[in-house]
T-cell receptor
């Protein structure tokens, strides 16, 4: 079964540093998402991406965040200047269409900001 | 925007008993309601979903019911087993008029099935 792949699985970074979280969506999928989950809390929507542009973003997704699809396979989330409160599990997801069906989550990147 | 409330936050049952988790949502435009199971440190895994034109759906020991009028939906697990122990999240999907569907999650229910 096709999978969404995320790297690294765990990233530790100093406060104020930039981090890039990487995702390889399922190859024929067209819609891409980032969600985050602070430890012990619910999964929260960050951003959706289609046709090389952001479709929707949440209030969490401020100017410190950006997304990019630099080539035909990768989908990245960049946090420019990390804060302690950015520590969370970040999940990438993709779907074949904009439909509400067929959402596949990656295994996540645990980001720890120290 | 959409708001999803989920209850209870923790649920402990004996093996073989049934477990019920309930969610309510606020946006009447939401029309897709998935349930995810998340084991510790793992990704959310879709276990069952229901669309707004259906009132109930069943898959072996798992069933979901939807009441659109009351804006609530529930997950029912029968004959629970220890391996059902996990955090369960409900979600509602809306597209806010755009083309992508974003998921709004509930806060999760930690289900513990005691042998």
């Amino acid at each position: 079964e096709p999978e969404v792949t995320q790297t690294p699985s765990h990233q530790v970074t100093q406060m104020g540093q930039e981090v890039i979280l990487r995702c390889v969506p399922i190859s024929n999928h067209l819609y891409f998402y980032w969600y985050r989950q602070i430890l012990g809390q619910k999964v929260e929507f960050l951003v959706s991406f289609y046709n090389n542009e952001i479709s929707e973003k949440s209030e969490i997704f401020d100017d410190q965040f950006s997304v990019e699809r630099p080539d035909g396979s990768n989908f990245t989330l960049k946090i420019r200047s990390t804060k302690l409160e950015d520590s969370a599990m970040y999940f990438c997801a993709s779907s074949a269409t904009g439909s509400r069906y067929g959402y596949t989550f990656g295994s996540g990147t645990r980001l720890t900001v120290v | 925007g959409e708001n999803v409330e989920q209850h209870p936050s923790t649920l402990s049952v004996q093996e073989g008993d049934s477990a019920v988790i309930k969610c309510t949502y606020s946006d009447s435009a939401s029309n897709y309601f998935p349930w995810y199971k998340q084991e510790l440190g793992k990704r959310p895994q879709l276990i069952i979903d229901i669309r707004s034109n259906v009132g109930e759906k069943k898959d072996q020991r798992i069933a979901v019911t939807l009441n659109k009028t009351a804006k609530h939906f529930s997950l029912h697990i029968t004959e629970t087993q220890p391996e059902d122990s996990a955090v369960y999240f409900c979600a509602a999907a809306s597209n806010s008029g755009g083309s992508n569907y974003k998921l709004t999650f509930g806060k999760g229910t930690l289900l513990t099935v005691n042998p």
